[in-house]
């Protein structure tokens, strides 16, 4: 809701510094911020200037014809033509304007009371309310005016007045009280003392006399009780109870704001320690982890300087006696050669023997290569709180690493061999990380042309798998090499063994028997026969044993061992044999 600008004088900024002083907010419009004139009270019994609510922004606008009624009251007839919808500035509600604009809403008398007394409190300027000239100094109680000195005198010499009660202005602003007569806004100083019931509005002597003279009036002391009544029911019986329920929620709500405010604040220094203390933790492992490197350092520095002052050592060894011997050998008579020989042979066989001489491939200068830092594996705890992030330092061991799995000693033509490389540390772990430069070949030993193509992945954690498919049957030889080096145990055997498929023949004694005592009888698919000449336990010359089935129906019509049908009382289980061709 937007309220429109008002440019204020430098007397009014005056007025109002002066009125944001005031003692009473009741006598002050919450719009203008300044002593109300002409109060105007809104459907939802706030009360502002009739000319502010003039200047508020429409929020909605609705028209509509509507037939009147007998019965109904100009006021309703009136607001069932047009409403003028504007939304309060103390509450946001929505509330109907009548036709007439603000001046159709009920006066606040009580407001104008608290302007009065204001006034009075502040020794604000009073007129006389008869005369309107002079500066009022009395109040009548009766008539409820305020007179001047004489506009007091005649209202005490004239006989329908003179029993009023008057008291000085000065005594009421003492007492801090007074009551304001109500008077009719279209005669003016007619005080409204009747109530006309039909147009439900109070009303002065002239209105009834003649805007009213059909209604029935009655004074308002009559019907004081039964409205008075009406209101004070509503008040007490509904509304106070529902307000003092309204305030109990809300002291619930107060202190369920307070608890939350305690706890959260509670929790956050809670938090606050704990981000403390585990910051400090964190830094203490920090700390931890810089130690650890800075010692894998030195340590790792050590040994390069140990190496390097053994290959210099050799160097110099190897590289001071092949000088001598070539400078001999260049430079010296037979004689020179013939002296020292012995000396120089024997130091030349010793160096060619037992000194220093480890390979090239097997020389692996420590660049750091192996340090890590795994910042997400569990480190433990630190002052009772868990961390994460370990340095790894662990280098391969080829001695130590391990292959799992069957499929490096044995596999099949045409169906996937797999085995698992684990790389493991001079103790034996497992290393947590990858990285490695893992080689497999596989070769074929009696065909050295022919070799198979394998697959490495690594898995990141230590381990590598390997897989291959054979396509030829024979003995293989898998070499395993992690940085250019043979694994223990590398190269390895392999034995490829042919696929297994099903026979379809009929079951009989023996490849023996049925192949006429040959021992090289062969099955009706081309494949070996697996009895051979082991017997059938039917007392063949030269064939005893114990009785084995084999196949195949294709030398069952041959067969001189058993007829047909003995065959079947012997092998019931017909065609379910499987054979290895």
């Not at 049957?473 to 043979?486: F, L």
Request: charged share 25%; net charge negative; with cysteine.
């Amino acid at each position: 809701m937007s309220q429109p600008e008002q440019t204020e004088s430098p007397e009014q900024q005056t007025l109002n510094s002066e009125h944001e002083q005031l003692v009473n907010p009741k006598a002050v419009c919450n719009v203008c911020k300044r002593l109300y004139r002409d109060p105007k009270i809104l459907p939802c019994l706030h009360t502002f200037c009739s000319d502010c609510i003039a200047q508020l922004e429409p929020f909605s606008l609705s028209s509509r014809s509507a037939e009147k009624r007998e019965g109904d009251t100009a006021e309703r007839q009136e607001h069932a033509a047009v409403t003028v919808t504007v939304l309060c500035p103390d509450c946001d509600s929505e509330v109907d304007l009548p036709p007439s604009g603000p001046a159709g809403l009920s006066t606040d008398h009580l407001a104008l009371d608290e302007v009065f007394l204001e006034t009075l409190v502040t020794d604000g300027p009073l007129g006389c309310d008869l005369c309107g000239e002079g500066g009022a100094e009395s109040r009548c109680e009766v008539c409820c005016f305020n007179l001047c000195e004489f506009c007091c005198q005649a209202h005490r010499r004239q006989k329908r007045t003179a029993s009023h009660s008057i008291q000085s202005l000065q005594d009421l602003k003492s007492g801090g009280s007074l009551s304001r007569p109500v008077l009719c806004g279209l005669h003016p100083g007619q005080e409204l003392r009747l109530f006309c019931q039909p147009c439900d509005l109070p009303v002065c002597l002239e209105c009834a006399a003649t805007l009213h003279r059909d209604h029935r009036c009655c004074p308002t002391q009559n019907v004081i009780n039964r409205h008075g009544d009406s209101i004070r029911e509503l008040v007490t019986v509904r509304l106070r109870p529902r307000m003092e329920r309204l305030k109990d929620s809300m002291l619930k709500v107060e202190i369920s704001q307070e608890a939350l405010k305690e706890r959260v604040d509670a929790t956050v220094n809670e938090v606050r320690a704990f981000a403390r203390a585990y910051a400090s933790a964190v830094e203490a492992h920090c700390l931890s982890l810089l130690h650890r490197l800075e010692e894998l350092r030195v340590q790792r520095r050590n040994l390069l300087h140990l190496q390097q002052a053994q290959l210099q050592q050799a160097l110099l060894d190897v590289g001071g006696s092949v000088e001598f011997a070539e400078r001999l050998l260049s430079c010296g008579s037979d004689a020179e050669i013939l002296s020292a020989k012995g000396v120089t042979l024997r130091r030349l066989t010793s160096l060619a023997e037992s000194s220093y001489d480890p390979p090239p491939e097997a020389v692996a200068p420590d660049d750091g290569s192996s340090i890590s830092f795994l910042s997400w594996e569990p480190a433990g705890e630190v002052g009772g709180f868990p961390v994460v992030g370990v340095i790894h330092a662990k280098t391969v061991d080829l001695s130590k690493c391990t292959i799992e799995g069957e499929g490096l000693q044995r596999g099949t033509e045409g169906q996937q061999g797999l085995f698992v490389l684990v790389c493991r540390d001079s103790v034996g772990e497992q290393l947590a990380r990858g990285g490695e430069h893992v080689l497999v070949s596989i070769v074929h030993k009696e065909k050295k042309n022919c070799t198979m193509e394998s697959t490495v992945v690594d898995n990141s954690d230590g381990s590598y798998s390997v897989s291959y498919t054979p396509e030829e049957m024979g003995a293989y030889s898998v070499w395993v090499c992690v940085k250019a080096q043979h694994v223990k145990g590398s190269p390895f055997p392999l034995n490829v063994k042919r696929k297994f498929r099903h026979h379809v023949g009929t079951f009989h004694c023996c490849s023996f028997c049925s192949g006429g005592g040959s021992k090289e009888a062969r099955c009706g698919c081309a494949g070996t026969m697996p009895g051979g000449f082991k017997g059938c336990g039917h007392g063949h010359k030269g064939h005893p044993g114990k009785p084995h089935w084999s196949c195949c129906s294709s030398f069952v019509e041959q067969s001189e061992c058993l007829p047909q049908s003995v065959i079947a009382a012997i092998s019931p289980r017909g065609h379910l044999r499987t054979v290895e061709l």
